[in-house]
């Protein structure tokens, strides 16, 4: 299936959350109550307290928000793949996310297109749908996905791509990176820093550059799925 794929026709994403309430403290009454029945399993399993287990808020689509969705394609120019690669970020979550929305509705509206992530199919792509209906937004045909049969839904993730039907562990796209020899530069931040680079620093470019990062990734772990050569950086562009 995968040798038979047209890279051209699939959109490559990654997304950077954010709790919508940096401190637990500043939750209201109700908002601490309802993490507290959320986070129950968490702070049994782990004996921490409603606080601690906050640190966990921006993986939780009603606690969290997107800061940064950054996409990539594939295109040919001259005979040489390129990477070519978008971001949409910032503190006004509903603009990002319509602004994300118009691109795909308007410029990858074919059925032929697919959206591809690493952990997409658990992570990403319900993450994305929640937060547009949260935020009273129409959902992006590509992740309409009410009503469709499994084989009617386009979408790839390539954690699930290197299960092959094993279900039981999660497998990191930093360590796919390692066991498959795909350069990855030394990076900035990691995930657990994001919300404080988002809150407290305010740089959103920081966050745009590590999102980013992960998108290029993904290509190149799905290039060496398929026994591609990998794409050299001098032909990864941002736009």
């Known amino acids: 299936m995968l040798n038979n794929l047209d890279f051209s026709k699939i959109i490559f994403i990654d997304i950077e959350t954010v709790p919508v309430i940096y401190h637990f403290s500043d939750l209201d009454d109700r908002g601490k109550e309802l993490w507290d029945k959320k986070t129950r399993f968490l702070q049994d399993r782990d004996g921490l307290s409603p606080a601690q287990v906050y640190e966990k808020a921006g993986i939780y689509s009603e606690f969290a928000k997107v800061a940064c969705i950054s996409i990539g394609i594939l295109a040919n120019k001259d005979g040489e793949e390129q990477i070519r690669l978008r971001s949409f ?14 691109m795909v509705n308007s410029k990858f509206a074919h ?8 952990n997409g199919k658990e992570f990403d792509f319900p993450f994305l749908s929640r937060r547009f209906l949260i935020n009273g937004l129409m959902l992006p045909e590509m992740l309409n996905i009410a009503g469709k049969k499994p084989w009617e839904i386009n979408h790839l993730d390539t954690m699930e791509l290197w299960k092959f039907g094993d279900y039981k562990n999660y497998t990191s796209l930093e360590l796919l990176t390692y066991v498959f020899d795909i350069p990855t530069p030394k990076d900035d931040i990691d995930g657990s820093q994001v919300a404080a680079v988002f809150y407290e620093e305010q740089d959103i470019d920081r966050i745009i550059t590590y999102c980013e990062k992960d998108v290029i990734a993904t ?21």
């Open 89 to 102: 970020a910032g503190t006004d979550e509903k603009q990002l996310l319509q602004e994300f929305a118009d």
């Open 111 to 118: 059925p032929s297109y697919m959206l591809c992530a690493h």
């Open 219 to 239: 290509i190149q772990l799905m290039r060496r799925y398929t026994n591609q050569p990998l794409i050299h950086d001098d032909f990864i562009l941002s736009t």
